[in-house]
């Protein structure tokens, strides 16, 4: 890993559990990763497997019924020039000062859909101007300068004009820039995307998509990348942690889970992609659906889609296994102790 | 520059083999209205002069991006819209023709079977408060396809295809995965016995791993019944996969058509090579490809299109002439058609083979 001073996050057997009536959904189920400055993690996954709970968490906006039961996050935030602050976010209240301070500050947020995540009662200037003077001490003036400043770097033509439209008068593409612009207005350390390109088209999205990498050059931000995408991942990851059902089944570098990938699902994810460049043959499936959250299969949760399941793999819930220093799988195919048992019984 | 309209050269195409569907010039304004007397200020023209043909047993694809009409197109073939001009020619089951733009909607009926639709989102396109057997069976009983004691059988088998189990015929929509909802969908299409079916981001919403079942799905259907589409979608992946022939369209026009290899490998308009430039390819030792194209401002508002060729403010080739001369849709030999004035000069990038 990469060198422990430029840390930014990290989160350790993170468990989010919704409390419903139905019975008790354990969307992020024990969950370890960390960030550092200057890189990009993306988390890629199937609906339901808990990657934006995971990112929601780490800003304490988890919806209710939705509660963080157990391990912890912790932020560490750079108190002055050479003195590191360690805030663990896990238990912080989410409507205290301090991690009011944290939000739009330190750590930042671009949601799925800019249709919804501007609020379409005030300018987009007035909202960005908002986060500025909150978490900085500048007056209306100055506030309005650094908006104009803010939208004309994220690439908004006549800044001038746009900052004092509502949103709905925007395309889908600006929307997001001004959502970026808002994220970025106070220099955050992480900047957390939750499936930002989504909802724009593939030259819209490769607009933002080069928008948020440059953006982390220039300022040498964390950046953690939610995506369904594979295509967006190859792109820009640094490193993956690949998802299923609350876990994280694989976590490594961009080029070992493509070039290399050892769990069942990733294998199976990658070669169920349509691709641009190959001619047309049969996709590879995994077969049944994700499961519902109500109906958590026993042992490891993806066995029973699993092309390599063994019988023990309805039993035991599988541990995560570090294969080298940066690539860890949970997958009891590579767990010798929990092997072990059954070929015993077998013979 | 030649003098053919694009309508005459498909003409010359369409003699070698009947298409089962002919679009000519298809034309279709919504009108912007403004103030309460409902004045008409102007025309968002979704689709502009569009023309294209499908063969029989084929997959044509059509891309762009939102707004683009590519879903106009797909409405106005299924006469879910009146067009404004320009006309659909069928083909029947007996060879003989119809032009689908011009009939009255008592003998639309008839052809209503013929050509169904598959829609984007599983969640609002079923009817909550109809169970699976009433949705399915729905286009049955309007047009009295066939009599009530068959029509459970029929329901019955189309669900079996689809790969839905015919024991939860009596079940609501709610009761299913999104993946599920999607062979509900496409087995209200197919209960027909369609000959050609729009498929409207039929794929769109659903998971990686579901898309992949639900596109082998439609591959294995189109070969048993077999089927025509016409495959309406955003995602450049999933086009090449499963279409034959691509047809792309930007802000209401149709710019290139071809087919699918050679548009993905050898583009001839500068919009397509964007297009397939953006594509994010999941394969991270590609991503230092140094030649990408990326595409300033934003696609051109409808209502309101530049002079010229409407690509000319973003295109990085344009001359003096694309903003002052519409160009038009000219076949550059093997059926590529493409709307640019320097196509046969320009040497344009497509994607790389694997």
Do not use: W
């Not at chain 2, 003989?96 to 639709?117: F, G, H, N, P």
């Amino acid at each position: 890993m990469a060198d422990n001073n430029n840390l930014l996050v990290q989160v350790e057997d993170l468990k989010i559990h919704f409390f419903t009536n139905e019975g008790i959904v354990r969307a992020v189920d024990g969950v370890t990763f960390d960030i550092h400055s200057g890189e990009t993690l993306c988390m890629v996954g199937e609906s339901g497997c808990g990657k934006s709970v995971t990112a929601r968490a780490l800003l304490q906006i988890v919806h209710r019924p939705g509660k963080i039961v157990d391990g912890s996050i912790v932020l560490y935030r750079q108190k002055s020039h050479d003195q590191i602050e360690k805030v663990r976010i896990s238990d912080l209240e989410p409507k205290g000062r301090e991690i009011r301070s944290i939000r739009g500050k330190d750590i930042s947020m671009i949601f799925q859909e800019p249709m919804t995540s501007l609020s379409p009662m005030y300018t987009v200037g007035n909202q960005i101007m908002e986060t500025i003077m909150l978490h900085t001490k500048a007056d209306k003036n100055q506030a309005r300068a650094r908006t104009l400043e803010l939208l004309e770097f994220v690439g908004i033509p006549r800044p001038n004009r746009i900052i004092d439209e509502y949103p709905f008068r925007l395309s889908g593409g600006m929307r997001q820039r001004a959502m970026i612009a808002m994220a970025l207005s106070c220099n955050p350390r992480l900047l957390i995307a939750d499936e930002p390109t989504t909802a724009l088209d593939v030259t819209t999205q490769a607009q933002i998509i080069d928008l948020i990498q440059g953006l982390q050059k220039d300022y040498d931000m964390g950046v953690l990348f939610i995506t369904h995408d594979l295509g967006v991942v190859a792109e820009i990851a640094d490193r993956v942690a690949v998802m299923y059902l609350g876990n994280v089944v694989e976590y490594s570098d961009v080029y070992t889970i493509f070039n290399d990938p050892q769990h069942p699902y990733t294998q199976s994810l990658l070669r169920s992609i349509p691709k641009v460049t190959a001619t047309r043959e049969k996709l590879e499936v995994i077969r049944g659906m994700v499961p519902s959250p109500f109906r958590r299969p026993s042992g490891c949760p993806f066995h029973p889609r699993c092309p390599k399941a063994m019988p023990v793999c309805s039993e035991i819930e599988p541990k995560t296994i570090s294969l080298t220093e940066n690539h860890q799988v949970h997958c009891l195919l590579f767990d010798e102790d929990a092997k072990k048992p059954v070929r015993e019984m077998a013979s | 520059m030649t003098e053919q309209t694009p309508q005459s050269q498909l003409n010359s195409i369409a003699t070698n083999g009947k298409p089962l569907l002919e679009v000519r010039n298809l034309k279709m304004y919504f009108p912007i209205v403004k103030g309460i007397f409902g004045k008409i200020t102007g025309y968002v023209k979704a689709a502009d002069d569009v023309s294209f043909y499908i063969q029989s047993g084929e997959t044509l694809g059509l891309v762009g991006e939102s707004g683009c009409g590519k879903t106009t197109v797909g409405r106005c073939i299924v006469r879910a819209y009146k067009p404004t001009d320009g006309s659909i020619v069928y083909q029947r089951a007996d060879e003989t023709t119809v032009d689908l733009a011009k009939v009255d909607s008592k003998e639309l009926q008839t052809y209503r079977k013929d050509i169904r639709m598959i829609f984007q989102d599983p969640y609002s396109s079923l009817n909550p408060r109809m169970n699976v057997f009433e949705i399915i069976s729905e286009v049955l009983r309007v047009n009295e396809l066939c009599s009530p004691k068959e029509m459970e059988y029929m329901v019955a088998h189309i669900m079996e295809q689809c790969g839905l189990r015919p024991e939860y015929m009596r079940r609501y929509p709610h009761a299913f995965s999104g993946g599920e909802r999607q062979r509900i969908g496409i087995a209200r299409a197919l209960v027909t016995s369609p000959r050609l079916v729009v498929c409207d981001e039929a794929v769109s919403g659903l998971d990686v791993s579901v898309r992949a079942q639900i596109l082998n799905l439609m591959e294995d259907l189109r070969r048993e019944m077999n089927l025509t589409y016409l495959f309406i979608s955003h995602d450049l992946s999933v086009i090449r996969h499963i279409c034959d022939r691509v047809a792309v369209m930007y802000v209401g026009k149709l710019v290139e058509l071809a087919d699918a290899n050679a548009l993905y490998t050898n583009p001839l308009h500068p919009y397509t090579e964007s297009l397939m430039s953006a594509v994010p390819i999941p394969n991270p030792n590609l991503r230092d490809r140094k030649n990408r194209i990326r595409l300033e401002g934003e696609v051109a508002d409808p209502s309101n299109p530049p002079s010229g060729c409407y690509f000319h403010p973003r295109c990085r080739y344009a001359k003096e002439r694309c903003s002052t001369e519409t160009p038009v849709l000219r076949d550059l030999g093997d059926h590529h058609f493409v709307a640019c004035h320097f196509a046969d000069e320009l040497e344009l990038t497509g994607v790389r083979m694997a």
